[in-house]
Protein backbone atom coordinates (compact mmCIF):
# COMPACT_ATOMS: atom_id res chain seq x y z
CA UNK A 1 0.00 0.00 0.00
CA UNK A 2 2.68 2.68 0.92
CA UNK A 3 3.84 2.28 -2.67
CA UNK A 4 0.83 2.77 -4.53
CA UNK A 5 0.25 6.38 -2.31
CA UNK A 6 3.83 6.97 -3.36
CA UNK A 7 3.28 6.30 -6.92
CA UNK A 8 0.28 8.27 -6.73
CA UNK A 9 1.99 11.62 -4.77
CA UNK A 10 4.38 10.90 -7.03
CA UNK A 11 2.25 11.21 -10.15
CA UNK A 12 0.31 14.14 -8.81
CA UNK A 13 3.45 15.87 -7.97
CA UNK A 14 4.73 15.79 -11.68
CA UNK A 15 1.57 16.34 -12.54
CA UNK A 16 1.36 20.00 -10.81
CA UNK A 17 4.95 20.40 -11.85
CA UNK A 18 3.73 20.08 -15.47
CA UNK A 19 0.62 22.00 -14.76
CA UNK A 20 2.66 25.42 -13.46
CA UNK A 21 5.35 25.00 -16.23
CA UNK A 22 2.66 25.25 -18.30
CA UNK A 23 0.87 27.98 -16.99
CA UNK A 24 4.22 29.86 -16.57
CA UNK A 25 4.32 29.33 -20.38
CA UNK A 26 0.71 31.01 -20.89
CA UNK A 27 1.49 33.65 -18.65
CA UNK A 28 4.19 34.51 -19.97
CA UNK A 29 2.39 34.33 -23.87
CA UNK A 30 -0.07 36.35 -22.26
CA UNK A 31 2.39 39.14 -21.22
CA UNK A 32 3.76 38.94 -24.80
CA UNK A 33 0.51 39.75 -26.21
CA UNK A 34 -0.26 42.56 -23.98
CA UNK A 35 2.79 44.15 -24.11
CA UNK A 36 2.46 44.53 -28.15
CA UNK A 37 -0.97 45.26 -28.31
CA UNK A 38 -0.24 48.11 -25.38
CA UNK A 39 2.80 49.71 -27.57
CA UNK A 40 0.73 49.54 -30.66
CA UNK A 41 -1.91 51.24 -28.87
CA UNK A 42 0.65 54.22 -27.51
CA UNK A 43 2.55 54.27 -31.37
CA UNK A 44 -0.92 55.12 -32.47
CA UNK A 45 -2.00 57.96 -29.86
CA UNK A 46 1.03 60.10 -31.08
CA UNK A 47 2.47 60.03 -27.84
CA UNK A 48 5.48 62.25 -27.29
CA UNK A 49 8.54 61.68 -25.35
CA UNK A 50 9.52 62.95 -21.76
CA UNK A 51 12.49 64.77 -23.01
CA UNK A 52 10.62 66.14 -26.15
CA UNK A 53 7.77 67.27 -23.53
CA UNK A 54 10.06 68.84 -20.99
CA UNK A 55 12.16 70.96 -24.10
CA UNK A 56 8.30 72.55 -25.23
CA UNK A 57 7.60 72.73 -21.61
CA UNK A 58 11.04 75.09 -21.09
CA UNK A 59 10.09 76.71 -24.08
CA UNK A 60 6.66 77.99 -22.89
CA UNK A 61 7.77 78.86 -19.80
CA UNK A 62 10.48 81.14 -21.57
CA UNK A 63 7.81 82.80 -23.59
CA UNK A 64 6.04 83.15 -20.74
CA UNK A 65 8.85 85.45 -19.38
CA UNK A 66 9.86 87.18 -22.33
CA UNK A 67 5.83 87.91 -22.49
CA UNK A 68 5.25 89.29 -19.04
CA UNK A 69 9.18 91.74 -19.41
CA UNK A 70 7.46 93.04 -22.62
CA UNK A 71 4.10 93.88 -20.94
CA UNK A 72 6.51 96.10 -18.35
CA UNK A 73 8.10 97.63 -20.97
CA UNK A 74 5.28 98.67 -22.54
CA UNK A 75 3.12 99.45 -19.52
CA UNK A 76 6.35 102.01 -18.77
CA UNK A 77 6.64 103.20 -22.14
CA UNK A 78 2.73 104.09 -22.19
CA UNK A 79 2.99 105.98 -18.29
CA UNK A 80 6.36 107.95 -19.97
CA UNK A 81 4.16 108.94 -22.91
CA UNK A 82 1.09 110.50 -21.08
CA UNK A 83 2.82 113.09 -19.60
CA UNK A 84 4.43 114.06 -22.77
CA UNK A 85 1.14 114.13 -24.40
CA UNK A 86 -0.78 116.44 -21.93
CA UNK A 87 2.36 119.04 -21.97
CA UNK A 88 2.08 119.05 -26.13
CA UNK A 89 -1.51 119.30 -25.45
CA UNK A 90 -1.44 122.34 -23.45
CA UNK A 91 1.45 124.36 -25.75
CA UNK A 92 -0.66 125.62 -28.38
CA UNK A 93 0.72 124.69 -31.54
CA UNK A 94 2.79 127.09 -33.27
CA UNK A 95 1.87 128.73 -36.68
CA UNK A 96 4.09 127.83 -40.03
CA UNK A 97 4.39 130.27 -41.76
CA UNK A 98 3.56 130.51 -45.46
CA UNK A 99 6.37 129.55 -47.65
CA UNK A 100 7.96 132.16 -49.65
CA UNK A 101 7.35 132.60 -53.24
CA UNK A 102 10.43 132.50 -56.08
CA UNK A 103 10.63 135.69 -57.72
CA UNK A 104 9.19 135.10 -61.33
CA UNK A 105 12.47 134.69 -63.66
CA UNK A 106 13.05 137.74 -66.30
CA UNK A 107 13.09 136.46 -70.00
CA UNK A 108 14.97 138.31 -72.48
CA UNK A 109 13.09 139.75 -75.45
Do not use: C, W
Request: glycine letters at 2%.
Amino acid sequence: MTQTQNKILEEMSRFFTNAAGAAQGVRTEVETVIRSQAERLIADMDLVHREEFEAVQDMARLAREENEALKKRIEALEKAAKPAAKTAAKKPAAKKAAPKKKPAAKTAE
